[in-house]
């Protein structure tokens, strides 16, 4: 059976906040495309959303996301992504973080990022996808899960 591909977050380009909640976030402009916007998630901030429902248990998903690191001296900024399974009551099932140490690249742009989630474990009924921000400020946006097989198909 194949996965979906399907976009488990809702919002992930920030036309708007809802449904991403946190603490010290803000909209703010996006700074390479015009009429568009980005969240900035202060220092010692964080962004998340949770998504309740059904999951593909066969399929890995794929947690993409840009960065724009404004900083060109220290310190520098660190990210931490963490995607979580919960259960019904909100136990955690399964967690996988990534820390992100952004470069700064000479020309200013967003620099994508990814990391592979292993399949929901039985029971998953929640998705919660977290960023949190350490050091300094950071813009995050284009933020998406996606289903997407564990094996090739034959």
Known sequence: MSCSGRNLLVNGGFAGLAPWKGKKIRLVPNPVKRKDTS???????????????SFEHQCAYYLYFRIFNKHSSPPQPQLYAVVSWLDEGKRLLRSTPLLVEPAHPAEPRFTSYFTIVPP????????????LVKKAPLLVDYISVLSKDVLPST
């Open 39 to 53: 969240v900035r998630i202060g220092k010692r901030g964080f962004l998340y959303q949770n998504v309740s429902g």
């Open 120 to 131: 929901p474990p039985v029971g998953t009924r929640i998705l919660s996808v977290v960023f």
